[in-house]
């Protein structure tokens, strides 16, 4: 989609969200621990024996510093068993303005594996039933270029190359 930017007063296409159907976790799971998993288009419940693995999808946003709109992900982050419950019990309501700890639960294209591990996120409720905004922790133990990305920004060259890589693995 096209737009006039209110930054720069050029028309530009629109990014399109990169969405991650599904928790990371979720794709290692057998066809069969899938079909016993709880899952929707925002929450997710994955039970392993005595462990419960709970989910939730947010809006993910990376800076894009050499342009005027930034790069948004629908991604999944992990929550205790408490954050979860008080999310799915108050998400909904207008005003609801909560701050979870939650790990981040993605793999994201030009990030090794292991850089994705441990990454400490906030998750910022808002309300209404509208999904929550992750804040990657940048000041954490696990300084990774992921971490490094997060606070620092990409560029529009990188972020394009991103959305071909996603929008190409769709098909």
Not at 89 to 98: D, F, L, M, R, Y
Request: aromatic share 10%; glycine share 6%; hydrophobic share 30%.
């Amino acid at each position: 989609m096209k737009f006039v930017c209110n930054c720069c007063g050029i028309e530009q296409r629109e990014y399109p969200a990169l969405v991650y159907p599904t928790p990371e976790y979720y794709t290692y799971l057998s066809k069969e621990e899938q079909d016993k998993a709880k899952m929707n288009t925002d929450t997710c419940i994955i039970q392993e024996g005595d462990e419960t693995y709970r989910f939730i999808r947010g809006v993910f946003v990376q800076k894009v510093i050499d342009s005027c709109q930034d790069l948004e992900y629908g991604l999944w982050v992990s929550l205790s068993e408490k954050s979860f419950l008080d999310y799915k019990e108050q998400s909904h309501k207008a005003g609801h303005k909560e701050v979870y700890f939650g790990w981040l639960n993605a793999q994201l294209p030009d990030y090794e594996p292991a850089e994705m591990e441990n990454i400490k996120t906030l998750v910022i409720t808002q309300g209404n039933s509208l999904r929550p905004i992750i804040e990657v922790v940048t000041d954490q133990e696990n300084q990774t270029k992921f971490v490094a990305d997060c606070k620092n920004g990409i560029t529009t060259e990188e972020a394009l190359k991103r959305i071909k890589r996603v929008v190409q693995n769709k098909g």
